[in-house]
């Protein structure tokens, strides 16, 4: 079956230690976006490539970064991960950056 | 500032009646919506989702239903059942836009009880 996938699930990482998460999809689409989600918060979009295009959203920490190096992987990078940024981390897909996007199962960060 | 809201953060009904998951928007450009259902240690799944040119859009038991004027949206689920328990969460997109960005409510946790 075509699906997004993250790894790992579960993450933990000191407080400044870098930490990299990972996205995978076998739908061939086009468009990836990660996504956090604080406990009871709606999900916040981070940014998203665009084929290979990167698009930062405005008020997006420049803690957070991000690499695609092909259509089918994309990964989240952390340089200094504080306690704030524990939460989960959602990737998505979509084609062509259609209304209907994608999910993975995210990845649940903890920090300590 | 909340483009999208999902005021009740929970609903509990009985098995077999209808479950009513309510949202609002406040931003006006918005023209396409969706529902998106997740249950624990997954990732959210596309449900349902309606354009800003309809009213309601049905597909088996569950149908949005569309208040432009008043900027609402709703979902339907009829009848419900305990394996529709999980949280339910509203999103808006403005298609017209380039960066595809949908904007989520904080979900509205289901709870079906047999």
């Known amino acids: 079956d075509a699906m997004v996938i993250q790894n790992p699930r579960y993450q933990v990482t000191q407080f400044g230690k870098p930490v990299t998460l990972s996205c995978s999809q076998t739908?061939?689409?086009?468009?990836m976006y990660w996504y956090q989600q604080k406990s009871s918060q709606a999900p916040k979009l981070l940014f998203h490539y665009y084929d290979k295009d990167f698009n930062n959203e405005a008020d997006t920490p420049d803690n957070f970064q991000s690499r695609r190096p092909n259509t089918s992987f994309c990964f989240l990078d952390i340089r200094s991960p504080g306690l704030g940024d524990a939460a989960m981390y959602l990737c998505?897909?979509?084609?062509?950056?259609?209304?209907?996007?994608?999910f993975g199962p995210g990845t649940r960060l903890l920090v300590l | 500032d909340q483009q999208v809201k999902q005021n009740s953060p929970s609903l509990s009904v009985q098995e077999g009646r209808i479950s009513i998951l309510n949202c609002d928007y406040t931003?006006?450009?918005?023209?396409?919506f969706l529902w998106y259902k997740k249950y624990p240690a997954e990732g959210p799944t596309f449900l349902i989702s309606i354009s800003s040119i309809k009213d309601k859009n049905e597909d088996g038991r569950f149908t949005v239903f569309l208040n432009k004027s008043a900027k609402h949206l709703s979902l339907h689920i009829v009848p419900s059942q305990p394996g529709d328990s999980a949280v339910y969460f509203c999103?808006?997109?403005?298609?017209?836009?380039?960066?595809?960005?949908?904007?989520f409510g904080k979900g509205t946790l289901l709870t079906v009880n047999p």
């Open positions: 998505a897909t979509s084609r062509d950056g259609g209304e209907t996007q994608y």
């Open positions: 739908l061939n689409h086009n468009v």
């Open positions: 999103a808006a997109l403005y298609s017209g836009g380039s960066n595809y960005k949908l904007t």
């Open positions: 931003n006006s450009m918005f023209d396409y």
